[in-house]
């Protein structure tokens, strides 16, 4: 029990939590935005594998890291207009669209990869961001190393929690986004074009899908590797469920499960001499399904998501 | 405000509106005019063209021909751009759809801002929008709650805040698509008490109806539509019911009238028969219903007529008690056999029940006969006894359609009625279960249904009638039973009863007198 204990005051485990959770951020946040305007996004474990591998590539052929983090937001919007394209005005299945659109995005980015670096055994490295040192707040006992010793992505995901909180219930376009994924009918008939805003919001949640890859080479590691989104999107899907679609408890939805992976990994080599490992990979996963039960039984979906909206159809 | 001395100004302007959807005319050169402060009915049968009038004018439709000119703040008729919503409300054109237009998860606040402040504005004025929509309430009397969600308010409430939402945009028209269609007598009431308030204070207002007391009651003006054509635009004084009925229907309206006749032998017969659970429950029913009758089962709805019509469709089986099919007894729930027996079901929701929405007419005409040989060759459809089928069933049924491969659901519910009958009346069943079947048609298609029905009780069907409509119940009933909380009343001849007696154990009470 005190091992435990040990694990949960120590201020790297709530470290750790923060990074795991960074990417998850990007991505729920992407994916309710997608949502909320009424369109699925499944295309999201593709995105991330393209944001992860365009933004390292970018890097690495000396855009600059934020160089890097552009282009990965570019590459995501692409795939996420052509997401918006088959799904809103022609209509198509939000479930198909989607999976096609991640098992094109991871082999593009492969093939890519492959093509531009046939011949390395070892991925290249790049010089990823590195933890910032905030004055004052960086060295508060516990509280420093535990929140604020993180690169500049962790802090941009947060600042996105804001401000995309911010944009869907503080101004006009989110009301607009929250309506069109409730009832496109509603939308139109004030005026407004429901093509326009789905497209627009899915390109732009998709973007903040990529940043989420984005991090993975740019931040938490300093490579790419083939594998290395490994069913991150797949968790933002069910995150943005458990989040019931409001950027705050998505917030708490990623930091948890980050909790959760950082804790079995301390967990494992606390206990692990007769447990075997695999179940505490399990760990994340099942809490997360668990937890997911517990709140989704009452999510209130948006109302229009998965229905394509056909103008001046009865 | 100054006393008008001669017509007010026009607000509106339809000219020669033309409009087609492939081999169907919808609307043929229609004019119409509308005057501040006026309110105009637009009557007309299902499927008359009124709706696809108002959804080109408020910019979903575009016209194939025609002009739609509105005044603008200064009075000039400007034209208006077609396929524009957005130009629409621009113009102060106000629309209340039929089918509610708006997101349930938002609020009543949030529903009427929606895109009236530009989307990339940093904030919404929230402020000057309470206050605008505080003074718009005080004014028309229109008072909902903005901070409660859509989905917690009640049909008219909902309503309101459609009202609402045209008048916070400064609409000088108003359009209302079927308003009293969801609404109670008394919610309609009110209605159109506000709608008299809102012309007073200079609002131009057309509303679509085919209820012809409401027409009549409401409006200054009434214009009529009969397939898509304007027959008539007279002022409402001058109307009376007679008249607007044969110029909707467009030829003398003469309600059926029920022949005596003698019954026959018992085609259906229940005994103590008890059914499901909770709200929806038949306890203890029997009844006889003979050869040549139509029983009338009176009740308001939820009083478990909806499975009684399952139970006898075949959809549901009975926890105890008997039912016999001509002698036979009926123990599984199997809808094929209940058709193969000569059982015609009419369902209550024609929609969801009656038709499969995204299949074509001429499927939806035979597909309880798909296993005949009729339709078959080989063990394959044959389309062409299929086509033919629905060529005979269009003509012979007046059903309202560009042709037999089109879209069932894209039709009016008269229409999809007049499919169902055509499927299920052709057949030429022994008993005919009628549920609710004339609910929510207009003049024309509820008397095409009551004739129909009159013809099979006089081939000798047995005909169950449930209906709420007391008029609907005492023209067509030989004997009328009354269903309240599952338990139903015996039958009596209609003669030996009245409606105001009927209505009372409708409301449950007498019913154990009814029943000793």
């Given at each position: 029990m005190s091992d435990i204990l040990d694990i949960l005051l120590a201020a790297n485990f709530w470290a750790a939590a923060l990074r795991i959770a960074t990417p998850l951020i990007f991505g729920v946040l992407g994916a309710l935005i997608c949502e909320r305007a009424g369109v699925l996004n499944l295309g999201i474990e593709g995105i991330f594998t393209a944001g992860a591998m365009a933004g390292w590539m970018a890097a690495w052929l000396g855009a600059g890291l934020w160089g890097g983090v552009l282009v990965a937001a570019l590459a995501g919007a692409a795939f996420g207009l052509l997401h918006a394209i088959l799904t809103v005005p022609l209509g198509l299945s939000q479930h198909v669209s989607g999976i096609g659109v991640t098992l094109f995005a991871t082999s593009l980015s492969y093939y890519t990869y492959r093509t531009a670096?046939?011949?390395?055994s070892s991925p290249p490295r790049i010089e990823a961001f590195q933890p910032l040192d905030i004055p004052i707040l960086s060295d508060l006992p516990f509280l420093g190393p535990a929140l604020f010793q993180q690169t500049a992505l962790t802090f941009l995901a947060l600042a996105l929690v804001v401000a995309v909180g911010f944009v869907l219930y503080r101004t006009p376009l989110g009301l607009a986004i929250r309506a069109v994924g409730d009832n496109p009918s509603a939308v139109e008939a004030q005026g407004l074009s429901v093509m326009a805003l789905r497209m627009g919001t899915v390109v732009a949640g998709s973007a903040l899908m990529a940043l989420g890859g984005a991090f993975l080479t740019m931040s938490a590691f300093d490579a790419f590797f083939f594998g290395m989104v490994n069913g991150r999107g797949w968790i933002c899907i069910a995150l943005t469920v458990f989040a019931s679609w409001r950027p705050g408890k998505a917030l708490i939805g990623a930091l948890l499960f980050g909790a959760f992976d950082a804790f079995q990994v301390r967990l494992q080599t606390e206990v692990g001499s007769f447990v075997p490992g695999q179940i505490f990979l399990m760990l994340p996963y099942i809490l997360s399904i668990a937890a997911l039960v517990v709140v989704a039984r009452k999510a209130d979906y948006p109302r229009a998501l998965l229905k394509p909206y056909f103008k001046g159809q009865r | 405000m100054t006393v008008p001395e001669e017509a007010p100004p026009i607000a509106l302007s339809l000219s020669g509106i033309t409009k087609r959807f492939g081999a169907l005319t919808a609307n043929e050169g229609v004019d119409l005019d509308l005057r501040r402060g006026e309110i105009v009915a637009l009557l007309g049968e299902n499927g008359a063209g009124k709706t696809t009038l108002m959804n080109i004018l408020f910019g979903h439709y575009v016209a194939d021909e025609g002009e739609v000119r509105v005044a603008g703040p200064d009075g000039t008729l400007v034209p208006l751009e077609p396929g524009s919503p957005h130009a629409a409300l621009e113009a102060g054109i106000g629309m209340v759809h039929q089918h509610f237009t708006l997101a349930e998860n938002l609020t009543t606040f949030e529903n009427i801002v929606l895109g009236t402040a530009p989307l990339l504005s940093a904030r919404l004025a929230a402020r000057a929008a309470r206050e605008k929509l505080q003074e718009l309430m005080r004014r028309s009397g229109l008072v909902v709650d903005l901070d409660a969600r859509i989905s917690r308010l009640s049909v008219g409430e909902k309503q309101r805040v459609e009202i609402l939402k045209a008048l916070y945009r400064d609409a000088r028209v108003l359009v209302l698509d079927e308003p009293t269609a969801v609404l109670t007598p008394q919610e309609s009431e009110t209605l159109f008490e506000t709608l008299k308030a809102l012309a007073a204070q200079g609002l131009a207002i057309v509303f679509i109806s085919h209820k012809l007391a409401e027409v009549l009651a409401a409006s200054d003006r009434i214009a009529v539509l009969r397939l898509g054509r304007k027959v008539a635009d007279l002022p409402a004084a001058d109307c009376d019911r007679q008249t607007l009925a044969e110029l909707m229907v467009g030829h003398q309206v003469t309600m059926s009238r029920r022949e005596p006749q003698a019954a026959g032998e018992v085609l259906l017969a229940l005994s103590a028969v008890t059914c499901g659970e909770g709200r929806d429950t038949v306890s203890d029913i029997g009844f006889e219903l003979r050869a040549g009758e139509i029983l009338g089962i009176a009740g308001v709805s939820g009083n478990g007529q909806a499975m009684l019509a399952r139970l006898l469709s075949g959809l549901e089986r009975q926890t105890s008690g008997d039912i016999r099919l001509a002698g036979r007894e009926i123990r599984a729930h199997d809808a094929a056999d209940m058709i193969r027996a000569g059982v015609a079901r009419i369902p209550e929701d024609r929609h969801r029940d009656g038709v499969v929405g995204a299949m074509s007419v001429a499927e939806n005409l035979v597909i309880e006969e798909i296993r005949s040989s009729r339709y078959q060759r080989f063990g394959f459809l044959d389309f062409r006894a299929i086509a033919d089928r629905a060529v005979e069933a269009i003509a012979s049924y007046d059903i309202r359609c560009p042709g037999g491969s089109a879209v069932a659901r894209l039709l009016s519910g008269g229409n999809i009625q007049k499919i169902v009958l055509a499927r299920t009346l052709d057949a030429s069943p022994s008993v005919v279960l009628a549920a609710q079947p004339s609910r929510g048609l207009d003049i024309g298609a509820t008397g095409d249904v009551h004739r129909r029905l009159l013809e099979a009780r006089g081939r000798g069907a047995g005909v169950i009638l449930i209906s709420e409509d007391l008029d609907e119940l005492f023209a067509l009933s030989d004997r009328i039973a009354v269903i309240h909380r599952g338990r139903l009343s015996p039958p009596r001849p209609a003669e030996e009863l009245d409606r105001a007696a009927v209505g009372l154990m409708m409301a449950g009470q007498h019913t154990e007198d009814a029943a000793a």
């Amino acid at each position: 029990m005190s091992d435990i204990l040990d694990i949960l005051l120590a201020a790297n485990f709530w470290a750790a939590a923060l990074r795991i959770a960074t990417p998850l951020i990007f991505g729920v946040l992407g994916a309710l935005i997608c949502e909320r305007a009424g369109v699925l996004n499944l295309g999201i474990e593709g995105i991330f594998t393209a944001g992860a591998m365009a933004g390292w590539m970018a890097a690495w052929l000396g855009a600059g890291l934020w160089g890097g983090v552009l282009v990965a937001a570019l590459a995501g919007a692409a795939f996420g207009l052509l997401h918006a394209i088959l799904t809103v005005p022609l209509g198509l299945s939000q479930h198909v669209s989607g999976i096609g659109v991640t098992l094109f995005a991871t082999s593009l980015s492969y093939y890519t990869y492959r093509t531009a670096l046939p011949d390395v055994s070892s991925p290249p490295r790049i010089e990823a961001f590195q933890p910032l040192d905030i004055p004052i707040l960086s060295d508060l006992p516990f509280l420093g190393p535990a929140l604020f010793q993180q690169t500049a992505l962790t802090f941009l995901a947060l600042a996105l929690v804001v401000a995309v909180g911010f944009v869907l219930y503080r101004t006009p376009l989110g009301l607009a986004i929250r309506a069109v994924g409730d009832n496109p009918s509603a939308v139109e008939a004030q005026g407004l074009s429901v093509m326009a805003l789905r497209m627009g919001t899915v390109v732009a949640g998709s973007a903040l899908m990529a940043l989420g890859g984005a991090f993975l080479t740019m931040s938490a590691f300093d490579a790419f590797f083939f594998g290395m989104v490994n069913g991150r999107g797949w968790i933002c899907i069910a995150l943005t469920v458990f989040a019931s679609w409001r950027p705050g408890k998505a917030l708490i939805g990623a930091l948890l499960f980050g909790a959760f992976d950082a804790f079995q990994v301390r967990l494992q080599t606390e206990v692990g001499s007769f447990v075997p490992g695999q179940i505490f990979l399990m760990l994340p996963y099942i809490l997360s399904i668990a937890a997911l039960v517990v709140v989704a039984r009452k999510a209130d979906y948006p109302r229009a998501l998965l229905k394509p909206y056909f103008k001046g159809q009865r | 405000m100054t006393v008008p001395e001669e017509a007010p100004p026009i607000a509106l302007s339809l000219s020669g509106i033309t409009k087609r959807f492939g081999a169907l005319t919808a609307n043929e050169g229609v004019d119409l005019d509308l005057r501040r402060g006026e309110i105009v009915a637009l009557l007309g049968e299902n499927g008359a063209g009124k709706t696809t009038l108002m959804n080109i004018l408020f910019g979903h439709y575009v016209a194939d021909e025609g002009e739609v000119r509105v005044a603008g703040p200064d009075g000039t008729l400007v034209p208006l751009e077609p396929g524009s919503p957005h130009a629409a409300l621009e113009a102060g054109i106000g629309m209340v759809h039929q089918h509610f237009t708006l997101a349930e998860n938002l609020t009543t606040f949030e529903n009427i801002v929606l895109g009236t402040a530009p989307l990339l504005s940093a904030r919404l004025a929230a402020r000057a929008a309470r206050e605008k929509l505080q003074e718009l309430m005080r004014r028309s009397g229109l008072v909902v709650d903005l901070d409660a969600r859509i989905s917690r308010l009640s049909v008219g409430e909902k309503q309101r805040v459609e009202i609402l939402k045209a008048l916070y945009r400064d609409a000088r028209v108003l359009v209302l698509d079927e308003p009293t269609a969801v609404l109670t007598p008394q919610e309609s009431e009110t209605l159109f008490e506000t709608l008299k308030a809102l012309a007073a204070q200079g609002l131009a207002i057309v509303f679509i109806s085919h209820k012809l007391a409401e027409v009549l009651a409401a409006s200054d003006r009434i214009a009529v539509l009969r397939l898509g054509r304007k027959v008539a635009d007279l002022p409402a004084a001058d109307c009376d019911r007679q008249t607007l009925a044969e110029l909707m229907v467009g030829h003398q309206v003469t309600m059926s009238r029920r022949e005596p006749q003698a019954a026959g032998e018992v085609l259906l017969a229940l005994s103590a028969v008890t059914c499901g659970e909770g709200r929806d429950t038949v306890s203890d029913i029997g009844f006889e219903l003979r050869a040549g009758e139509i029983l009338g089962i009176a009740g308001v709805s939820g009083n478990g007529q909806a499975m009684l019509a399952r139970l006898l469709s075949g959809l549901e089986r009975q926890t105890s008690g008997d039912i016999r099919l001509a002698g036979r007894e009926i123990r599984a729930h199997d809808a094929a056999d209940m058709i193969r027996a000569g059982v015609a079901r009419i369902p209550e929701d024609r929609h969801r029940d009656g038709v499969v929405g995204a299949m074509s007419v001429a499927e939806n005409l035979v597909i309880e006969e798909i296993r005949s040989s009729r339709y078959q060759r080989f063990g394959f459809l044959d389309f062409r006894a299929i086509a033919d089928r629905a060529v005979e069933a269009i003509a012979s049924y007046d059903i309202r359609c560009p042709g037999g491969s089109a879209v069932a659901r894209l039709l009016s519910g008269g229409n999809i009625q007049k499919i169902v009958l055509a499927r299920t009346l052709d057949a030429s069943p022994s008993v005919v279960l009628a549920a609710q079947p004339s609910r929510g048609l207009d003049i024309g298609a509820t008397g095409d249904v009551h004739r129909r029905l009159l013809e099979a009780r006089g081939r000798g069907a047995g005909v169950i009638l449930i209906s709420e409509d007391l008029d609907e119940l005492f023209a067509l009933s030989d004997r009328i039973a009354v269903i309240h909380r599952g338990r139903l009343s015996p039958p009596r001849p209609a003669e030996e009863l009245d409606r105001a007696a009927v209505g009372l154990m409708m409301a449950g009470q007498h019913t154990e007198d009814a029943a000793a």
